[in-house]
């Protein structure tokens, strides 16, 4: 939370705005206090809120209104433009990385005139790290599948078995 704000404080300085998600609603809850209590505006964005609220949110932070969008990760991955901002956060790692690719997305729309920069922000030595990890050998192998390389028919099913339990590390090809 600490490096979050930080992050936020250099963006805000530089005037900078930025969608901030998380797969957790009670993480977001947290951060919207930190905001409150900073008297920094943001809007914010959930499962629970209603079509009406969710157009008029989005129109009020394209037209200015809010430094910062808290989105949670399912809500907001996807039907939403939101080219105000130009940064994006991640406060923490989804098991699946095209829906964090998606939901940075929002951002990168046609209508879009400025470079946009994507944080991730993970704990060390903990399982999202090892998520972050397994992302990377996920896009690695997805890569090469794409390249048409040949690295698919040389891989057995041990090795394969061994790409979804996140153990890419540890293949010999």
Known sequence: MATCLDIIGELRENGHKALVFSQFVDHLTLLRTA???Q???????????SAAERKGR??????G??????ISLKAGGTGLNLTAADYVIHLDPWWNPAVEDQASAR?????????VTV????MEDTIEEQMVALHSRKRQLAEELLEGSDIVGRLDTGALLSVLRGEASSLVI
């Open 35 to 37: 905001l409150d209590e």
């Open 39 to 49: 008297g920094i505006a943001f809007q914010y964005l959930d499962g629970s809120t």
């Open 58 to 63: 989005v129109s009020a932070f394209q037209s």
């Open 65 to 70: 209104e809010g430094e910062l969008f808290l």
């Open 107 to 115: 951002a990168h729309r046609i209508g879009q005139d400025r470079p």
């Open 119 to 122: 944080y991730r922000l993970v």
